[in-house]
Each structure stands twice: as structure tokens, then as C-alpha cells.
């Protein structure tokens, strides 16, 4: 073996030949053998002459069996190109090898070896020196299951950290985060900023005692010094700066990145006044909504509805809806609203989900309901509103009792009409596309249109002033 012909990217012996000397035939042999955990003597043709495994594993694995099979016959189908340019590499006069990774199909599954191939002696012999890789592709391959499982990690807190953002947002209770350290607010939600008449990001970094009375902040430090020592402290009444009225205030010492932080939560005392008048207000607003407002239990059953919705259903009267069921009117039976309430469940919210509303005299509206989950009690709620887009549609388009325009429409009406109905459309539907077709393909011609398609003219004529395909004159008639 040439020791100038060493494989790319390596350094070699500066004077091998003169410092080896003449190795026996053994002592090369078991050089070779011992460089990796196989090596193969390969003719030049590339058939397996002779084998040496020195890891016991890929002996029981039957490479030791190989002895007179063609090398590229033991791997699979992706490697026999890498075999097929190792062999010819290595019969180039010169040619500097290099390792390539294949994979041996073997008892016990595949088996990944990295090989290097070179002339062995004049004779044109190669010799193949391999390493196991499977430990190596182990190692890769625990490596990428870890960071999957970090990329999942991640994905979860910052899903986990939405959530919460969200929840700290909209809850109506004022909330603040101090700093244990200096007692500075660190954060605010929107209904303390709306609390203490301040603007967004006017709270950050302001000491928590100003939003009290000056009398009465020595008090608020020293609770929350009393909180830093006791969990389950009661909360404290004080009066808030500016005359805004009293509150109970509570707090609660958590950690976050080794940091000491306090949730404070305010509690206007004599809330639960403005909270009345402020129902009212939206109660009153809701009741005057043009679009419909239904507000159902966890059991879909009616809480509570304005007047658009009594309208739209055609009940006489508030008491006749609350308690029943909601898909007694909105939606296919026993498709839409479970559909709906599956994504309110999975999401929180909907949008725009189109669908029908049945009213108790027999009419059929096509709707888009948008619905929101929210807690109540023990369960859950859900509020939807619903606005009637019949007139949408018969202004620009087709209303649920309209001829549809496409075999896509004629499944949205599965669950509207019986099918008796859906066939007469569908034969429709097929009579107008025909007539269409016929017209473009006569040039709007109805003469020639009624002649290919096997009808009278004054058939034509009828069917043409019956789909509204055109304004007829008194001389077509």
C-alpha cells in the first residue's frame, strides 16, 4: 500500500516507506484488520475474497458469510451507487480515497458502515476498511429526538405563556405585578390601567403604595410584607388615590426566573353597584342589537336571547325559548351546531360559520352565527350571535330557495330541503348548464340552441323566461 496515496484530508507519513520498512505479509494483514471493525479483500471486480471482523457484533449479524458475494449484493439499493464509485476510485492509478457511509442489508435489520476503499498491492486487489457507524446514527438519532422534544417544549410554553397573556388581558378584575424587591409595578392588566384612570405602559415601573391614599400606603407595605412571610393572607381594605373608592386588596408572593414577584388583585369595593348599572347597560344594548344574541348552557339548552333572535325564530314570546334547545332552530339537525360547539371547545371561538336558522312558522334563513366560549359556575357557556345574510345572498347571489349555480351548492342544501327537493333542483340545475352551454355554443342563437338540444322553440322560450336566462322580446314568443 502506498503510504503517499492517503485518503483526502489527511496528513500522511513524510517518509513511510523509509520508516515502516518492510512489513511481512502477516504484520500487514493484521494491521489492516485491527484499522476498523471489518475489513474486505476485494478483487477487482469488486467480489468479497476474503473478510476480517474484529467486532463481534456484525460477525452475528453474518458479514463473516460474505466470503465469494460481490460487495454491492450486501447493501441496500441506495448505497450500490456509492459502491460503484468506491470500486472505481480506488482502481484509479493515484486517485486519493475517501471514507463513504452505506448501508449493509443484514439479519437483524440494516447496518450502517463507513467505508474506506484502496488498491491493495499490484496485483489489483482493493481492500475495504470499515467502522460500525450504528452507534454514531444511535447518537444522532437520540440527538434529534431531543431537540424535537425541546421544539415541543417550546411550543408548548409559548402556547402555555398566550393562554395566560390572553387570561391576564381580558379578566375584568384589576390586576398588577410588583416587584418584591422595590414594590414597583412590573406589569398591569387593562382594567387596572382602566381602574386608575392611566394609559397604557403609565403604570410600569411606578411604586405600588401610589395607587392609595397617601394616609394609607405605609399600610399597603406593610402587607405586602406581611404577604412575602404568609400565603393565605386575608385581603386588606384601603381607599384608592384620587377618591376613586375603596378596594379590597389581596396579594400573593410567586417566582418567576428566580425573580420574587407579588399579584396583587383589586377588588373596587361597591363594584358590584356600577357592575349592576353596567349589566344593565349591556343588557339593554344587547336587547336592542339588530343582529340576533343567544346565550345557551354547557347542555346547549337557552339561557337567555334578545329580540332579533325571538324575531328570527318566530317565538311569540321570551318564555317559550329559554330552556329549549338551540338546534331546535339553528342548523342542520344533529350536524352544525355540534360541528360548532366542537371548535368553541377546541378554540374558544368561531366566525362567520355559515349555516341555516329554521324558524317555528316553517322558514328557512341562511345565517352566519360567530359564537365565544366563557366560564360559568362550575361549566361553561357559549354566546353566539346571528345575522340573516338572506338578503346578501338574494342580492348577489342565490338564497336557499334559488336554483343553486353549482353541484358544490347542491350538497350545502343536504339537511335544508328533503330530497326530493334537492333532485328537482338538481334536474334544474342540469337544464340550465345544458341551456347555457347550447347558447354560447350558438352564439346566443335559441333557434339553433332549441334545435341541438331537441326541443320546440317555444319549449325553449319557456324555460329560458323560467331560469331567468334572459329578457324574451314579444317577437320571440
Not at 106 to 123: I, N, P, S, T, W
Not at 286 to 311: K, Q
Not at 434 to 442: F, G
Request: charge should be negative; charged fraction near 25%; proline fraction near 3%.
Amino acid at each position: 500500500m502506498n503510504m503517499h496515496n492517503a485518503p483526502s484530508g489527511t496528513t500522511p507519513f513524510a517518509s513511510g516507506d523509509s520508516m515502516t520498512g518492510a512489513l511481512s505479509a502477516g504484520a500487514a494483514a493484521n494491521m489492516l484488520a485491527s484499522v476498523g471493525d471489518v475489513a474486505f479483500i476485494l478483487s477487482p471486480e469488486g467480489d468479497v475474497l476474503d473478510i476480517s471482523v474484529s467486532d463481534g457484533e456484525l460477525a452475528k449479524h453474518g458479514f463473516t458469510d460474505w466470503v465469494g458475494t460481490p460487495l454491492i449484493d450486501t447493501v441496500t439499493v441506495e448505497s450500490r451507487v456509492k459502491i460503484n464509485d468506491m470500486l472505481t476510485e480506488a482502481a484509479k492509478p493515484g486517485g486519493a480515497p475517501r471514507w463513504r457511509q452505506v448501508n449493509h442489508v443484514a439479519a437483524g435489520g440494516d447496518v450502517a458502515v463507513r467505508y474506506l476503499m484502496m488498491a491493495l498491492g499490484d496485483g489489483g486487489r482493493l481492500i475495504a476498511i470499515g467502522r460500525d457507524m450504528r452507534a454514531t446514527a444511535a447518537l444522532q438519532q437520540r440527538l434529534l429526538q431531543s431537540q424535537q422534544a425541546i421544539e415541543r417544549d417550546y411550543i408548548r410554553l409559548r402556547q402555555t405563556e398566550t393562554r395566560y397573556r390572553l387570561l391576564f388581558d381580558v379578566v375584568s378584575e384589576p390586576v398588577l405585578i410588583v416587584d418584591a424587591d422595590d414594590r414597583r409595578i412590573s406589569e398591569a392588566n387593562p382594567a387596572a390601567y382602566r381602574l386608575l384612570d392611566a394609559m397604557p405602559g403609565e403604570l410600569a415601573g411606578v411604586p405600588v403604595q401610589t395607587i392609595v391614599a397617601d394616609g394609607q400606603r405605609d399600610d399597603l407595605i406593610a402587607y405586602l410584607g406581611a404577604a412575602e412571610a404568609a400565603d393565605d393572607l386575608a385581603p386588606i381594605a384601603l381607599r384608592l388615590v384620587d377618591s376613586r373608592g375603596d378596594a379590597r386588596i389581596s396579594a400573593r408572593l410567586f417566582r418567576q426566573a428566580r425573580k420574587a414577584l407579588f399579584i396583587v388583585r383589586i377588588d373596587v369595593a361597591g363594584g358590584a353597584v356600577g357592575g349592576k348599572a353596567m349589566d344593565a347597560t349591556l343588557g339593554e344594548v344587547i336587547e336592542r342589537m339588530p343582529d340576533s344574541f343567544v346565550l345557551v348552557g354547557s347542555d346547549l339548552n337557552v339561557l337567555s336571547a334578545n329580540a332579533a333572535f325571538l324575531e328570527m325564530t318566530q317565538m311569540p314570546s321570551m318564555d317559550r325559548v329559554v330552556g329549549a334547545r338551540l338546534d331546535t332552530w339553528l342548523g342542520r339537525p344533529g350536524i352544525d351546531l355540534d360541528l360548532i360547539i366542537a371548535q368553541l371547545r377546541e378554540h374558544g371561538s368561531v366566525r362567520n360559520v355559515a349555516t341555516i336558522l329554521r324558524g317555528a312558522a316553517g322558514s328557512k334563513d341562511s345565517i352566519e352565527v360567530s359564537g365565544v366560549s366563557a366560564p360559568m359556575g362550575d361549566g361553561e357557556c357559549y354566546g353566539f350571535t346571528i345575522r340573516d345574510v338572506g338578503r346578501r345572498e338574494r342580492n348577489g347571489g342565490e338564497s336557499v330557495g334559488d336554483v343553486p349555480r353549482s353541484v358544490g351548492q347542491l350538497t350545502e342544501l343536504v339537511g335544508r330541503m328533503s330530497l326530493k327537493d334537492i333532485v328537482r333542483e338538481s334536474t334544474d340545475l342540469i337544464e340550465r348548464l345544458c341551456i347555457e352551454a347550447a347558447l354560447v355554443y350558438t352564439s346566443d342563437n335559441r333557434a339553433s340552441a332549441a334545435e341541438i338540444l331537441g326541443v320546440s322553440r317555444q319549449s325553449l322560450y319557456s324555460k329560458l323566461h323560467r331560469h331567468g336566462l334572459g329578457n324574451l322580446m314579444s317577437s320571440d314568443v
